[in-house]
Structure formats: C-alpha cells, structure tokens
C-alpha cells in the first residue's frame, strides 16, 4: 500500500468487515432505542383509548422484542466495536513501529524518547477517537435520520422539525465544541510538554538543582505549569457546560414544536389520536442520541491532531535507504570507507569532502568541537545516515547497495549515553548476546573497567539497575554500553566519549583494554581529551566539516582537504 495512504485509514480498510460488523451493531442498538420509545408511546395512548386486549398484543410483544433487542445488540455492539478497534489499532502500532524503525536515533534525533513517548500518546488518542467518539455519533446520527423519515411518514413538518434538530446537534454544535476547544487543548498538549521535561531534568540532575539552590525555582515551574493546566482545564469544562446547555435548548424546543404539530395535526384531522404522542417521544429519543456526544468532541481536536501527526510519519524522509545486497560479518576484511562524503542538516554543512578509510587494525581517535561532525561521521559509519553526497562503502561494497542490518551485523557504535535498562546488570548485557555466560558478562566488564565496581556489589551481576535511579554513574553507564559492545562480537567498533568520567590513568586503562579486544579490528574513539592522554595509532580532527589526520604512521588512510 502506498506511503501516501494514512496509517488510520489503512488500519481500517484492512478491519472493515470488523468496522461494519461494529457499526451495524450501534445502529441496531440505536434504532432498538428509538424503536421502543416509540412503540411505548404509541401503546400508552392506544391503551388509554380503552381498546380489546387482543389489538394490543403485537404492540406489546413488539416492546418486548424492542427491549431484548437492545440487550442484545448493545453486548454485540460492545464486543465488535472493541475488536474492531482493537484490531484497528494492531494495525495501526505496527504500522507506526514500521515508520519510526527507520527513523531512529538518527531521524528522530539521538535523544528520541521523548519523541516516541508522544507517537505513543497519540496511538492511544486515536483509540479513544475511534471507540469513544467516531462509532457512536456514525451510528447515532444514522438512528436519527431513520427517525427523522419515521416521522416524516406521520407528519412531514414534525420530520423536518427533527431534521434540522440533528443538523445542530450532530454538525453545528460539534464544530463550534471542536473550535472552542482546540485553544484547551493546545494548551493542555503544551503543559504536558513541559511538565515531562520538567521531570525529566528533575529526575536526571535533581542533586545538581539542590546543590546550586535551584530547588525552589523548579518547584516555581511546577505551580506555574499546573496553573496553567487548571486554566485550560477550566476553559475545556466551560465549552462543555455552554455546548450541553446549547443542546439541551434545541431539544426542548424541537421536542415541543413537535408535540405542537402532532396536537395540531389531531385537531385537523391529519393525526390519528393513537399516534399523537408518536413523534414527540421519537424526537427526544433520537435527540438524545446525538445530543450525548457533543461534549465529547470538545476533545477530538487533540485527537485529531494525534491521527495527523501519526499520517505524517509517513512522509517524514528516511535518513537510510536499505539496498538488497546481503553481506556476512564474517567475509568483512576491511573497516568503511569514505570517499568523497558530504553532509548537512537543513542545508547547514557538518562534513565536506571526506575522503579515508578504516583498515583492521587501526585504533582512530577523533577529536573536534562540539557539534563539529565527528557523532555524523560515527553514524554514517553505522549507516543510520545516508551521505548527502559520495559514498560510504564497506568492503568495496556501497552502502547503498547493502541492507542496514547486515551493516550494524559488522559496526557497532555506542552513544555517549547508553541506555540502561530497568533490569539486572546481566540481562543489560544479555541485549548484545542473549547466550552470553556469567563468565563472559564477568570478562567483558573487566575489560570496560566494570570489574572493580562489579565485585563491590553484594549481588553482582544480579544487581538490578535502570529507571529514575539507576545505581549507576554516567561513567559506569558509559562502560555499561562498552561491555555490551565487546560482547557483540563486532569487528568495527565506535565509541563516543566512553573515557568521559574518568581520570587519565583509567581513560589510558580503558584505552588499553580496548586495544587489545580490537587488535584484530577497528577501533574508533570520538573524544575530547588530549590525544596524548589517549595514545593510538590514528588522529582525525574535524574543523570546520573538513577531516584532517594529524597522525598516520602507516600511511593508511587517504585524506582530501
């Protein structure tokens, strides 16, 4: 199917027996509603005229059937309207994991969390749109144009009466509730926002906040952000109080005209008396369908906002393209290759001409200002970039031409802030090799400088860490990150800032380390340090988008400036 076609609406075409099954379930429910509201009234007059007990038994069993219907069909409208939905959404969460895959860390940024927290929230919107909105007001509005020719039939003008009330209450009531709405609602979008932000920074560098005196003015946020909330809130439960009271006047007053025309049409002989009270109590029945919905679209334009933003993962550009070429790790002999690479962020250039390569056995550091290209160069390394111009290859083979995974099977690259896991120390070195042993997870640690710090818990490996607290430093979560990259097994191997933390003795410790593991491999150090203090065989240095090797003993790479 193609990318253009929104992800709600390909979830739903793929569930429509389902979303029709659910629908015709509201609308029985609906009619079944009106149906024995109107067979009530018909009855409760018809007896009142003191009629044989034998002309009224159709009308009696037609209550009853009316009223084992709606049990009925009120179960089986729960049922396929929740599985509907709920197929719907498995739809619609697996196609939204297809758009974001790709996307991460690169297209969403490094720091994506947050981003994906949001993508979540607006699954669970369109959820709520579907089930809690969308459904009833189809099934609602088509019960009530039902009625509405049920009415005409009677009595034409007491049918148009009931049109028109269902025109406000089902389109001009919603869209002035939605309109009146929309300002909340950004509001209340915003407030969320910050306030996760908030605790965020709270939770990551809240002794950092008390140290320097800065509790008071978070908790300053805090109030502010709740007061703005309230505000919002207040405003959203105002537009549902005027819409109610909106709805509830154009009932009443339809309801009675309705019961004016319906006397009026028994005066002159239009009406039968026994159908007098028909159309009245068919116009507040279907009324009452629709009218209950309007305070629940005063919310859909966050809703709604939540559907656009999901459809528009679908045009967001992928930062790689996977070819078809398939490669094994093991007939890999050599590390990337660079030549003639450019790149940009929104035109602005953070690589220009990169011509080197990586052979096995180097061990690079590469050193630059902050935000200089070094983390862009790492990523296209790993193909979580694609260059804007020239081309990265990977044993004569460009990068283009090869599936990103079978890439990764061949370059690691671990961030300058590993994610931890809320889980024991073993299973967050389990994610790199699943059948790893405790004397593997034990010597990988010793290898990223872990040991001594290892050995001074009383569990060990067992040790659970991650969440607000993790138990862990940023250095020890920087090592965390090396050991499970030592456990891949991969031949080329990335680190950004791993020796951040530590003082020069343990940053040339874990240096060492490193070399030995990577002998037979690449390895790669993005740092900030002095190249002295962490000696190897290769320097790179970005400045201004350009690659300059400061040293390069054997000669190996080949650099364009």
Not at 322 to 349: R, W
Request: net charge neutral.
């Amino acid at each position: 199917m193609s990318e253009r076609v929104g992800i709600v609406r390909e979830a739903l075409g793929r569930e429509r027996r389902a979303v029709r099954a659910a629908l015709w379930a509201g609308l029985l429910v609906a009619l079944c509603t009106v149906g024995l509201a109107a067979t009530s009234a018909w009855l409760i007059v018809r007896a009142a005229q003191r009629p044989s007990v034998l002309s009224l038994t159709v009308p009696m069993g037609l209550v009853q059937l009316f009223a084992l219907a709606k049990a009925g069909g009120r179960y089986l409208e729960r049922t396929q309207t929740h599985r509907a939905a709920l197929s719907a959404m498995g739809h619609v969460r697996a196609r939204v994991a297809r758009e974001i895959e790709p996307l991460l860390p690169a297209g969403l940024g490094p720091r994506s969390a947050d981003v994906v927290d949001t993508i979540l929230g607006d699954v669970e919107r369109v959820q709520d749109l579907l089930t809690a909105v969308a459904g009833p007001l189809v099934t609602s509005v088509a019960a009530g144009l039902v009625c509405a020719v049920a009415c005409a039939a009677i009595s034409p003008l007491a049918g148009g009466v009931l049109l028109v009330a269902l025109g406000v209450d089902a389109v001009v009531l919603p869209l002035v509730a939605s309109r009146r709405g929309r300002r909340s609602g950004r509001e209340l979008d915003e407030v969320h926002s910050e306030m996760t932000t908030l605790f965020d920074q709270a939770a990551s560098s809240g002794d950092e906040f008390v140290m320097m005196g800065a509790g008071v003015r978070l908790e300053d946020r805090l109030a502010r952000l709740e007061e703005r909330g309230d505000v919002a809130q207040r405003r959203r439960r105002g537009v549902n109080g005027a819409m109610s009271g909106l709805a509830v006047l154009v009932n009443g007053v339809a309801c009675v005209v309705v019961a004016v025309v319906s006397v009026q049409g028994v005066r002159t002989g239009q009406l039968s008396a026994a159908l007098v009270a028909l159309p009245t109590l068919t116009t507040i029945a279907a009324l009452e369908l629709v009218s209950g919905l309007v305070t629940g679209v005063v919310g859909t334009s966050r809703d709604r906002a939540a559907m656009a933003r999901l459809n528009a993962l679908g045009d967001l550009p992928w930062p790689v393209h996977d070819g078809a070429a398939e490669m094994q790790a093991s007939a890999c002999d050599e590390g990337p290759t660079y030549d003639d690479v450019s790149f940009d962020y929104d035109g602005v250039s953070v690589l220009q001409d990169v011509t080197t390569a990586l052979h096995l056995g180097d061990v690079v550091v590469l050193s630059g200002p902050s935000g200089g290209g070094k983390t862009t160069l790492a990523r296209l390394a790993a193909k979580f970039l694609d260059p804007r111009r020239g081309q990265v290859a990977l044993a004569g083979v460009a990068y283009t031409s090869l599936r990103a995974r079978d890439v990764r099977e061949v370059v690691g690259l671990v961030d300058d802030a590993p994610h931890v896991f809320a889980a024991t120390i073993a299973e967050n070195l389990r994610v790199a090799r699943s059948d790893a042993s405790d004397e593997q997870l034990t010597r990988a640690c010793e290898e990223a400088g872990l040991g001594d710090f290892l050995r001074s818990l009383p569990d060990g490996l067992q040790t659970r860490v991650g969440g607000a607290a993790t138990g862990l430093s940023g250095g020890e979560q920087r090592r965390l990150g090396v050991a499970r990259e030592l456990l891949s097994g991969r031949p080329v191997a990335i680190f950004d800032e791993p020796t951040e933390g530590l003082d020069d003795e343990a940053a040339r410790a874990l240096l060492r380390s490193l070399r030995e593991h990577y002998r037979a491999g690449v390895l790669v150090i993005i740092s900030h340090r002095d190249a002295r203090i962490l000696p190897s065989a290769r320097e790179w240095r970005i400045d201004d988008g350009r690659l300059v090797e400061t040293k390069d003993p054997q000669a190996t790479g080949v650099i364009r400036l």
